[in-house]
């Protein structure tokens, strides 16, 4: 199990919610998968930020590929608009998913070495998953 | 080759989100499928949320059965893990990389709030193809 893990990009509105999710997201499995918050504006407001996540994108990226988990609506678009520019269909993809157990998911499959199709799958069977 | 194994473990502290991680990562490494029962309910090993979802607690039983090629292995290595993950201080806390942000120190720091980018949340922006 040497071979690259996947890479999850986490797209909150909020930098302080990207940052925490991915904390969680690396403490629940056991800090192996690279996780990249790119949350907020470029001058830290809320809001989302392309260059927040194309260099988050490139961040994340290993060789196995990178799952993107965004917050809400409109970080999606901004995700979207990334993906139209810099895009890699096959390297790239972006999960529907509920934003905090999507990523502990997500990062939790990446690490026990699912490949990218596994990880964005995990990060969607998220919603799905009752708490109760 | 198939096999089926099974065990029971009494356990000593509660299932908290880092050993449910550690156990799920465990159990995505193998073929076989590996199951967690406890107080009536079954989880899929491989899902973090759905063995989160049981709320095992310190003295439950818990039961790891596994179905498939390395089924004896898995319920080995998930026993190992359910018995020094759930003691006390057994995983208080992981060591994990720190978690990196794309944003630089700057733009984390708070700001005073101003209004105009296109990029931050503006309720008048909010259209219904864009709320979610």
Request: hydrophobic share 45%; charged share 20%; net charge negative.
């Given at each position: ?44 407001d ?23 988990l965004?917050d ?42 699912g ?15 009752r708490?109760? | ?13 509660d ?48 039961t ?56 931050r ?12």
């Amino acid at each position: 199990m040497t071979a690259a893990t996947v890479g999850i990009v986490l797209v909150s509105h909020s930098a302080e919610l990207a940052a925490g999710a991915a904390h969680l997201a690396a403490q629940v499995s056991g800090g192996t998968v690279t996780i990249i918050a790119a949350g907020g504006t470029d001058d830290g407001d809320l809001g989302t930020s392309a260059a927040k996540v194309v260099r988050g994108l490139s961040d994340a990226e290993s060789g196995a590929g990178v799952v993107v988990l965004p917050d809400l609506g409109s970080a999606v678009l901004t995700v979207r608009t990334v993906l139209e520019d810099h895009g890699d269909a096959e390297s790239v993809l972006l999960a529907d998913a509920p934003f905090v157990e999507g990523a502990v998911a997500a990062t939790v499959t990446a690490a026990a070495g699912g490949d990218i199709k596994a990880v964005a799958a995990a990060a969607e069977e998220a919603r799905h998953v009752r708490k109760l | 080759m198939s096999a089926s194994c099974e065990q029971v473990i009494t356990l000593a502290g509660d299932l908290h989100a880092r050993p449910a991680g550690a156990l799920a990562v465990a159990a995505g490494r193998f073929t076989a499928a590996v199951s967690v029962t406890a107080g009536g309910h079954t989880a899929d090993a491989k899902s973090v949320l759905g063995v989160m979802g049981l709320g095992a607690t310190s003295g439950q039983h818990v039961t790891v059965s596994a179905a498939g090629p390395d089924a004896r292995e898995a319920v080995a290595a998930l026993i190992t893990i359910l018995t020094q993950a759930t003691k006390v201080g057994g995983l208080l806390r992981t060591e994990t990389q720190p978690v990196r942000d794309v944003a630089d120190l700057r733009s984390v720091r708070r700001k005073p709030h101003r209004r105009g980018s296109d990029q931050r949340i503006s309720p008048r922006r909010v259209t219904p193809d864009q709320a979610t």
